[in-house]
Nanobody, 125 residues
Framework: QLQLVESGGGLVQPGGSLRLSCAAS????????IGWFRQAPGKEREGVLC????????NYADSVKGRFTISRDNAKNTVYLQMNSLKPEDTAVYYC??????????????????WGGGTQVTVSS
């Protein structure tokens, strides 16, 4: 069974950091582009960052430029989202998603077939 599981969310103060993990089971991430999305209450789900199978990253959210980075460890079948200098407006449920054995990135949520259940990130003092 193909599954993605996010972890690493939590409550953090403004200016703090978190690293989210997206672990896959039932398939290898090697040949998939993986995206991170987020959804705040009352808002649409938005693309944040994506990493292609070759390791190239694409940023889809101007608000996170210079603060968030995406990386992958194929040996661990895991993709990471490093979030630094967190702001209250980063509060959201964060989801990882895999394209269906497609190697290139997309910021369009419907381009992704497999989704994790999400992890809550709350930035508050």
């Amino acid at each position: 069974q193909l599954q993605l599981v996010e972890s690493g969310g939590g409550l953090v103060q403004p200016g703090g950091s978190l690293r989210l993990s997206c672990a896959a089971s039932g398939f290898t991430l090697d040949y998939n582009a993986i995206g991170w999305f987020r959804q705040a209450p009352g808002k649409e789900r938005e693309g944040v960052l994506c990493i292609s199978s070759s390791g190239d990253s694409t940023n889809y959210a101007d608000s996170v430029k210079g603060r968030f980075t995406i990386s992958r460890d194929n040996a661990k079948n895991t993709v990471y989202l490093q979030m630094n200098s967190l702001k209250p407006e980063d509060t959201a449920v964060y989801y990882c998603a895999a394209r269906a054995f497609l190697t290139g990135c997309s910021g369009f949520r419907y381009a992704y077939k497999y989704w994790g259940g999400g992890t809550q990130v709350t930035v508050s003092s």
